[in-house]
């Protein structure tokens, strides 16, 4: 599975990190945010990431807002904790030769940009972490995932089929008007003959380049004409419309049809997402039976989260 990286990735990954070696002190030590299972979640790692602002809500809806964004931060860091235990206790393991990888694509998507030297330990120690909740997390979901039949078909009946089919077109593009003129028969050879004939009447009109012309971005009435087109006989192919759409009339002329995977392929897809979908349900069961059974401890003064975000930016 290909790793997925944005901007905000190696600031992330540093959570992981301070997670489960930034504090080991006793509760309530001020640097201690919560326990889980008797380990700690490090205040610095509940700050980092408010202050590189990973939330847009803190702040914006008041106290509220940020009592929401702290709540999230700590859920996600019990989360992450509670995998990676599991993972442990699994015997998964992270080779070098895999956090070099990482590293590499890392360096790629930042363009060779690196975070302090005092963070780079952290920093691969995170990425570790961060290879290991992805293994989890895939065992899981292959593990504990059901493939109920009945469900299967009735995923099935509803997967969007030839969603993917598109033609490659033409358009002329008319600004919106209540009433379009009659259009004579021998002024719909092609489309630059039709677009001269609007012309000659005073419209301005726009011919675009080629371009691809999906189901999701077309009404049925204007595919199913494309198509026909696209069956005609004769070496020109006629333009098809004009179609009154939100913001202009346009007229189409068909190039190509592309008719996207064959129902085989179709098929593949659709089966490959309903094992995703199956596995994504397991892996929350599994998730929230292990927070159940979890011991799980927040710090007393972050219990209200009434004032949270002020009192968690008074230790960055």
């Known amino acids: ?30 640097e201690v945010a919560g326990l889980v299972n008797g380990r700690p979640i490090a205040r610095a790692a509940v700050n980092r990431v408010l202050e590189w602002g990973f939330y847009p809500q803190l702040g914006q809806d008041g106290e509220r807002g940020g009592a929401v964004a702290v709540s999230q931060v700590l859920d996600k860091l019990i989360d992450e904790q509670l995998i990676l235990a599991e993972a442990g206790k699994a015997g998964l393991t992270v080779s070098e030769a895999e956090v070099q990888q990482l590293e590499k694509a890392l360096d790629t998507a930042w363009f060779g940009v690196k975070p302090p030297p005092a963070e780079r ?19 899981v979901m292959v593990d504990n995932r059901v493939l109920a039949a009945n469900e299967w078909a009735a995923f099935w009946e509803g997967w969007p089929k030839n969603a993917h089919r598109r033609f490659l077109v033409r ?9 379009l003129p009659e259009i004579p028969e021998r002024q719909r050879a092609s489309l630059d003959q039709l ?17 691809w012309l999906s189901e999701s971005r077309a009404e049925p009435e204007i595919l199913a004409a494309l198509e026909a087109a696209l069956e005609s006989a004769l070496e020109e192919r006629r333009p ?44 929350q069961a ?7 059974a979890a011991d799980i ?15 968690l930016e008074e230790d960055i």
Not at 260 to 271: I, W, Y
């Open 297 to 311: 401890r927040i710090n007393p003064s972050l219990a209200g989260l009434a004032s949270t975000e002020e009192k």
């Open 121 to 139: 330990d952290e920093l691969r120690q995170a990425l570790r972490n961060q290879i290991l909740l992805r293994k989890m997390t895939e065992k």
């Open 240 to 283: 098809v419309g004009p179609f009154r759409l939100e913001a202009s009339w346009a007229a189409y002329e068909a190039l190509e049809f592309d008719p996207g995977p064959s129902l085989e392929e179709e098929l593949r897809t659709a089966a490959q997402a309903f094992e995703e979908l199956a596995g994504e349900r397991a892996f």
């Open 171 to 179: 358009a002329l593009m008319i600004p919106p008007l209540v009433e």
């Open 1 to 30: 599975m290909p790793y997925r990286l944005s901007r905000h990735i190696w600031p992330m990954l540093l959570l992981a990190a301070l997670t489960l070696a930034g504090c080991r002190e006793e509760p309530w030590n001020p």
């Open 195 to 211: 677009g001269e004939y609007f012309e000659a009447e005073g419209f301005s009109v726009i011919i675009s380049e080629p371009f």
């Open 286 to 292: 599994w998730l929230k039976d292990l927070k159940a």
